[in-house]
């Protein structure tokens, strides 16, 4: 899909570990190898992603996320970071969604870089990246959510001065 060309446009590229380094951990099976487990009737991927937390009193949890699909090409107007906690989502389907993540520069987002995952891929955002909200395509879909819970400020938002475009790398 294509979007308006306002210079503010970007193309997803496919979620790949390398190109994801600097802002987490893209939650694979492809990245471990497995150990069994229950008398070698599971396997176990082990530590695939760590959930940092900072605090007093500062804890892990995990939900569960219904999300609706967005329309697309997308318009990404916000992007928060959690600076206590890093935060992973994990897809308990095989639908792709998009990740959309910034740079920091001196305390506010960069240019946006957007990912659009592989079957079954989630991502461990790290402590206090910019990133995209939850922005599942094409279907409603449900996510295991792992971060931070406890007292203390750990959402900050911020609102660009103009939206980005994001599109669908072409169908090839």
């Known amino acids: 899909m294509t979007g308006p060309t306002n210079g503010r446009t970007l193309t997803a590229q496919p979620l790949t570990a390398a190109a994801f380094a600097r ?6 099976t492809a990245q471990g ?3 069994p487990m229950n008398a070698g009737m599971a396997q176990r991927y082990h530590d695939l992603a760590a959930i940092d937390v900072i605090g007093d009193g500062a804890h892990v949890v995990l939900g569960l996320v219904e999300a609706q699909p967005y329309a697309l090409p997308l318009r990404l107007t916000l992007v928060e970071r959690h600076p206590l906690g890093a935060q992973a989502f994990v897809p308990l389907n095989a639908a792709p969604f998009l990740v959309i993540v ?3 520069e001196a305390g506010l987002p960069g240019t946006p870089q957007a990912f659009v995952t592989a079957p079954h891929q989630g991502v461990c955002y790290a402590r206090n990246i910019w990133h995209g909200v939850l922005t599942p395509f094409g279907a409603a879909q449900n996510f295991v959510v792992i971060d931070r819970g406890g007292p203390g400020d750990n959402l900050q938002e911020h609102v660009f001065d103009a939206p980005w475009t994001v599109c669908l790398p072409a169908a090839g």
């Open 102 to 104: 910034c740079p920091d």
């Open 33 to 35: 190898v497995p150990r």
């Open 23 to 28: 802002f987490g951990r893209v939650i694979d």
